[in-house]
């Protein structure tokens, strides 16, 4: 069992930065693929990022590709999402996700449906 914890969303002006965190519990977080994913109002959920268990690859969304960074520390159970150059197109409520490392968040990772376990979201809008 993961349980996900998100933070550092908040209101930032056009151009500004923030970096979310997603603090998991449970020893076996380094087992875990994590993403990031994005929802705004009357869309649907979207990808964002996705990293594997050891940290090693990552992909990402060509809307957020060369601004947004994505990186784990598993010694302290912590996916970082740092977003640089926030447009008012970033607003969403994000969430991060876990799916095992051998399942199908590995090679299927756009796709919401593929994850255990889910974060309760951290809303995020952007000014222009």
């Known amino acids: 069992q993961v349980q996900l914890v998100e933070s550092g969303g908040g209101l930032v002006q056009a151009g500004g930065s923030l970096r979310l965190s997603c603090a998991a519990s449970?020893?076996?977080?380094?087992?875990?693929?994590v993403g990031w994913f994005r929802q705004a109002p009357g869309k649907e959920r979207e990808f964002v990022v996705r990293?594997?268990?050891?940290?090693?690859?990552?992909y990402y969304a060509d809307s957020v590709k060369g601004r947004f960074t994505i990186s784990r520390d598993n010694a302290k159970n912590v996916v970082y999402l740092q977003m640089n150059s926030l447009k008012p197109d970033d607003t969403a409520v994000y969430y991060c996700?876990?799916?095992?490392?051998?399942?199908?968040?590995?090679?299927?990772?756009?796709?919401?449906?593929?994850?255990?376990?889910w974060g309760q979201g951290t809303q995020v809008s952007v000014s222009s």
């Open positions: 996700a876990a799916g095992f490392r051998s399942g199908s968040s590995l090679w299927n990772y756009r796709s919401p449906g593929v994850y255990d376990y």
């Open positions: 449970g020893p076996t977080f380094s087992n875990y693929n």
């Open positions: 990293i594997t268990w050891s940290g090693g690859t990552s």
